[in-house]
């Protein structure tokens, strides 16, 4: 992190204390995070303190609307349940100016949240309880938003999970093919191309009004939900920016792609690939429990259907990005974003060859709930 441009930014917040470290955080593919420790006569204090990728998000402004509206509604929605919100819920630091966005010297828009003390994420779920807790997690945040007003917010990514237009896209980019990397990835290519219909399906069920638009996460890997250090439970959930309209099965589904998968989100071993059935049990039960009676019939039917076109937009997603020369992940090698491909493909082929069980989980789940 530049020392330069991390002073620009300190200056520009009214933070009480002397600041005594600065940690990166190295979770995340898109913004660039770090925690900041103050000393305060009472003690210390953390805040995170975020640069947001304005290469992926254009309109950082309407980011932060967005974030400062559904933070706000969360905190609410917490007090009308009888819950303390402290520690609960993002809070926006505003700057010296009180805007929630503060520029650099080169121009980069950071913000500063609450640091959720006492709490950690996970890359990888380690049980089937506590992968129960992140689905109840993304269930109760689904549900406290369930009365948020839509028309509020900002598409903060136009299209972000319109899985037709990433297809095309995608065909866009293996035309141009501009860093020659078409020919060895020609496989995948035509594992994409064979499911171009059947990935259609949810876009155009809410083109015809078969599925509604809530307000959904659209990003609900577990990692996005911060854990009590000592109990184990679910404190917060994060990384609100691209909360916008979408559909319940975005966020079911993706939360399933990474986390009831038996291996890391860009694992090279494809033989160690699989839909793990106790986790996708598990985190079923939670978000259902928390939403069944807020979706109507054609989301609950659907849910598994989420999960397989979430994993094969995220690899379709990350395949554009190797055809185009890596410009949207980060990445830690140069064939980074074709072994995250690849991944996705065995385990969306996994889900396809357990369809008809993870049909049975869900029924069963769906109707004891109801
Ligand atoms: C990105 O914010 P982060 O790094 O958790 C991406 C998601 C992908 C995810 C894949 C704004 O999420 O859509 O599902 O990587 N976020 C954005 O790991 O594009
Ligand atoms: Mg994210």
Known sequence: MNDTLLRSVLAGYDFPGEPTSVTEIKTGHINTTCRLTFREPAGTRDYLLQRINTFAFHKPEEVMENVTLVTEHLHRALVSRGMDPENRVLRVIPTREGRPLCYDTDGGAWRAYNFIAHAHSVDAVESPEQFGIVGRAFGDFQSM??????????????????????????????????AGRAECAAEEIAFVRARREAMGRIVRMISDGTLPLRVTHNDTKCNNVMVDDVTGEALC?????????????????????????????????????????????????????????????????NLVLGALVMTFEVGLRFLTDYLDGDVYFRIESPDHNLARAKCQFKLLSDMESHRAEMEAVVHDIVEKHL
């Open 145 to 178: 938003l369930s009365d948020f007003p839509i028309e509020k917010l900002h598409d903060t990514i136009p299209f972000f999970h319109d899985t037709i237009r990433r297809m095309d896209n995608f065909e866009a980019s293996v035309a141009r093919d501009v």
């Open 237 to 301: 959930v994060v990384d609100l920016d691209t909360v916008m309209a979408g559909s319940a099965l975005y966020d079911f589904g993706d939360a399933i792609r990474f986390g009831a998968s038996t291996a890391a989100e860009d694992e090279r071993d494809l033989s160690k690939v699989r839909l793990d059935m106790d986790l996708f049990t598990a985190f079923t039960e939670g978000f259902v429990s928390r939403t069944a009676r807020g979706l109507v019939r054609a989301e609950l039917d």
